[in-house]
């Protein structure tokens, strides 16, 4: 389950607790030995995390209400969808300055949904509930390509864009490694250690590393996801 991956650390220091995972089993939903809380079977409202053939990505979803925001061009005041995006985050104690890093899984890129590979931040998921910071990056790289930095504030649904740049440069593909860091309350982004993205938020200072997947694609969560994921946790 765990061993090496990529260099450098975008944190300096000694870590508090580390991960590493090219995820070799086939699980649904992710495990690894009972170390993964999943949407559904822990939190209830969202979707499980499935890896398979050395990919981690979304499990089943609902597709029943299709997904409408302002930031994706919609006319709406507040967004519309289900929501349930598959999510799964480690459990334990974890320090409270985040490095997550991942290598991209992309086949098939379509516009047809919004496919988006997430790492997530100071997480939690209990009953009913699931909180952190999630970002994120396209699977599509055109012009429709976009990242994203998102809060999540607990109830399925309700959530904060914190920033948001669309583009060429923005979205992923195969093989591509992204990561995202939280030192204090700043988040940033990387593409390929290119910084593409960042933000400032104080709402909260602990929790636990982990993944998602944006709700709402279809029969195409077998066409992206991360084929590892490492992370690295500092306390100052």
Known sequence: MADELMEPRRIQGTPVRSYRSRFPLDEDPI??????????????????VVTENGVVHGGKVRMAVAERRAEQGDSVDVPVGDYDDPTAVIVGPWGKNQHGKAVVFSR???EEYFQEVEVRLRSTITPHRCTGYEVFWRCLKNENGYAEIVRWNGAIGDFTSLARKQGVAYGVQDGDVVEATIVGNVIRSFINGVEVLSAVDDTFME?????????GCGDTYVDHGFTSFEVDTFDD
Request: hydrophobic content about 25%; overall charge negative; aromatic content about 14%.
């Open 31 to 48: 495990s690894e030995g009972g170390i993964w809380l999943n949407g559904r079977t822990d939190g209830i409202d969202y979707a499980d």
């Open 108 to 110: 098939n890129q379509t």
């Open 207 to 215: 929790g636990s590393p982990g993944v998602g997947f944006n709700f």
